[in-house]
């Protein structure tokens, strides 16, 4: 089954093409993970899946269901708004920098969209957001406020936020990129643990030991264009693109 | 001594009579004021050119003319084109408007500082518009911005004695016909101690809001 699938969009900042005609399908249970240069476009290519941005021409289908399409950059999306946000309630995304609600405790950060969106029941909320509490290991930071807990403590927060509102396909726009190096594991954790699970996820990184262990399928961006969308064991030890290889050399480098 | 004492009593009462007008007169601007310059904040970061045009204008002339003269203006200048204010119906509104307009650009910059990274959290968590204000930004600008409103809320206490130019016996005409009657200068220092005191409360008033808003930082 396709999740998401992006025909020929094209986004631009000024006269910078960040998406160059884009073309990808991500199937059910798919681990996709987005690798490339920084500029590269990959995190623009999340952000449009989920309507953080707006594309400039194509169409992107979520589940069957047409989210967004624009025939050119100045006419209008063909999707009302009201219908847009019907059809991103089937993402999640989970963002670099957290973004956890600093005014709210952490149960009270996975409750919020729950209660006030679908307008779920508080207690059932609250059993819930206890429950993926457990699973990403910080039941005892319950009714802690973000600043007091680290990093890595927020992301999987953040993670278990995003679980919340029980979406279909996860968006994770380099979760570990702002962690101190020793709170990489624990956050990378509990995304394997989503992978067994069989989540749908496409996770931006530039951590190329932690794609090719939880994904099951790499594309490699570079200029806005996707130019190669293999296997991890093809791209990590026999790249076709020479562009590919300079990277990836690069990276493990650091 | 005796008789001293009963006069600072009597000119105190006397004073206190007029303050009622100077705390009725806050009240009503503090209530309105608050509530307006977060609904006109809103509305200058609003998408609506007209209407983010229309409120800087505002703005720009209360902030830029002297509460005073804004005074005149309500009170006098209306009455010319035949619109009669009662005094405090006319200070009453011109404060809040007055203050409105202070507050305005207080909470406006106050959400603009608000990290969109909060925005794009409540957006990926499908969160409207509405809910995403009232329930995510809204609460961390009141935090934010508490600290100025504190100062906008002690200024108002002093600027409500402007209002004895529309003949209106507050505080600080009470203690100035005391003053008139009396030629000394216990009148004065009693004036000084109730502002004080009501600054005081005021400042030990917000220090308590911040105190709770700042559990999480």
Same mark, same amino acid.
């Given at each position: 089954?396709?999740?998401?699938?992006?025909?020929?969009?094209?986004?631009?900042?000024?006269?910078?093409?960040?998406?160059?005609?884009?073309?990808?399908?991500?199937?059910?249970?798919?681990?996709?993970?987005?690798?490339? #240069?920084?500029?590269?476009?990959?995190?623009?290519? @999340?952000?449009?899946?989920?309507?953080?941005?707006?594309?400039?021409?194509?169409?992107?289908?979520?589940?069957?269901?047409?989210?967004?399409?624009?025939?050119?950059?100045?006419?209008?999306?063909?999707?009302?708004?009201?219908?847009?946000?019907?059809?991103?309630?089937? @993402?999640?995304?989970?963002?670099?920098?957290?973004?956890?609600?600093?005014?709210?405790?952490?149960?009270?950060?996975?409750?919020?969209? #729950?209660?006030?969106? @679908?307008?779920?029941?508080?207690?059932?909320?609250?059993?819930?957001?206890?429950?993926?509490?457990?699973? $990403?290991?910080?039941?005892?930071?319950?009714?802690?406020?973000?600043?007091?807990?680290?990093?890595?403590?927020?992301?999987? $927060?953040?993670?278990?936020?995003?679980?919340?509102?029980?979406?279909?396909?996860?968006?994770?726009?380099?979760?570990?990129?702002?962690?101190?190096?020793? @709170?990489?594991?624990?956050?990378?954790?509990?995304?394997?643990?989503?992978?067994?699970?069989?989540?749908?996820?496409?996770?931006?990184?530039?951590?190329?030991?932690?794609?090719?262990?939880?994904?099951?399928?790499?594309?490699?961006?570079?200029?806005?264009?996707?130019?190669?969308?293999?296997?991890?064991?093809?791209?990590?030890?026999? #790249?076709?693109? #020479?562009?590919?290889?300079?990277?990836?050399?690069?990276?493990?480098?650091? | 001594?005796?008789?001293?004492?009963?006069?600072?009593?009597?000119?105190?009462?006397?004073?206190?009579?007029?303050?009622?007008?100077?705390?009725?007169?806050?009240?009503?601007?503090? /209530?309105?004021?608050?509530?307006?310059?977060? /609904?006109?904040?809103?509305?200058?970061?609003?998408?609506?050119?007209?209407?983010?045009?229309?409120?800087?204008?505002?703005?720009?002339?209360?902030?830029?003319?002297?509460?005073?003269?804004?005074?005149?203006?309500?009170?006098?200048? *209306?009455?010319?084109?035949?619109?009669?204010?009662?005094?405090?119906?006319?200070?009453? *509104?011109?404060?809040?408007?007055?203050?409105?307009?202070?507050?305005?650009?207080?909470?406006?910059?106050?959400?603009?500082?608000?990290?969109?990274?909060?925005?794009?959290?409540?957006?990926?968590?499908?969160?409207?518009?509405?809910?995403?204000?009232?329930?995510?930004?809204?609460?961390?600008?009141?935090?934010?911005?508490?600290?100025?409103?504190?100062?906008?809320?002690?200024?108002?206490?002093?600027?409500?004695?402007?209002?004895?130019?529309?003949?209106?016996?507050?505080?600080?005409?009470?203690?100035?016909?005391?003053?008139?009657?009396?030629?000394?200068?216990?009148?004065?220092?009693?004036?000084?101690?109730?502002?004080?005191?009501?600054?005081?409360?005021?400042?030990?008033?917000?220090?308590?809001?911040?105190?709770?808003?700042?559990?999480?930082?």
């Amino acid at each position: 089954m396709k999740m998401i699938e992006a025909i020929n969009v094209c986004k631009s900042f000024g006269a910078h093409r960040v998406l160059d005609n884009i073309n990808l399908v991500v199937n059910k249970g798919e681990v996709v993970a987005v690798i490339g #240069p920084s500029g590269s476009g990959k995190s623009t290519l @999340l952000r449009c899946f989920n309507g953080l941005e707006e594309i400039d021409t194509g169409e992107i289908i979520i589940e069957g269901d047409v989210f967004s399409k624009k025939l050119s950059k100045h006419s209008r999306d063909q999707i009302t708004n009201k219908r847009k946000r019907e059809i991103s309630m089937k @993402l999640g995304m989970v963002f670099q920098h957290f973004n956890l609600f600093p005014h709210r405790t952490v149960i009270e950060n996975i409750i919020e969209a #729950p209660v006030t969106v @679908l307008g779920m029941d508080k207690d059932e909320a609250i059993k819930r957001a206890e429950e993926l509490l457990k699973k $990403v290991g910080l039941l005892d930071k319950r009714d802690s406020y973000p600043s007091k807990i680290s990093g890595g403590q927020k992301q999987r $927060v953040a993670i278990a936020r995003a679980l919340g509102m029980n979406p279909d396909i996860m968006l994770f726009d380099e979760p570990t990129s702002a962690l101190d190096p020793e @709170l990489v594991g624990e956050v990378q954790r509990v995304i394997s643990d989503l992978a067994k699970e069989r989540m749908t996820m496409l996770i931006v990184t530039h951590e190329m030991g932690f794609a090719s262990k939880v994904a099951n399928r790499v594309i490699f961006m570079d200029d806005g264009k996707i130019i190669e969308d293999c296997t991890p064991e093809k791209i990590f030890s026999n #790249p076709d693109h #020479p562009r590919i290889k300079t990277f990836i050399e690069k990276i493990a480098k650091r | 001594m005796e008789s001293y004492i009963k006069y600072l009593l009597d000119s105190t009462i006397f004073i206190l009579e007029g303050s009622v007008l100077t705390v009725k007169l806050y009240a009503v601007t503090i /209530i309105f004021a608050i509530p307006f310059g977060i /609904i006109l904040a809103l509305m200058k970061i609003s998408r609506f050119k007209t209407l983010r045009y229309l409120i800087s204008f505002y703005t720009w002339v209360f902030r830029g003319t002297p509460l005073l003269l804004q005074l005149f203006f309500t009170y006098y200048g *209306l009455s010319i084109i035949g619109i009669t204010l009662q005094p405090f119906t006319a200070a009453a *509104l011109t404060f809040v408007v007055n203050y409105s307009a202070y507050l305005t650009e207080i909470y406006r910059a106050g959400i603009e500082s608000i990290d969109k990274g909060q925005y794009e959290a409540a957006r990926a968590l499908n969160m409207d518009y509405f809910q995403t204000m009232r329930r995510i930004i809204l609460p961390q600008v009141v935090r934010r911005t508490i600290p100025p409103t504190c100062n906008e809320a002690i200024t108002l206490v002093k600027d409500t004695a402007l209002v004895v130019v529309l003949g209106m016996g507050d505080l600080l005409r009470s203690a100035k016909e005391l003053f008139s009657r009396d030629f000394a200068i216990t009148p004065f220092a009693i004036a000084a101690v109730l502002y004080l005191l009501m600054t005081t409360v005021i400042v030990y008033f917000f220090r308590k809001i911040e105190d709770k808003y700042s559990v999480y930082e």
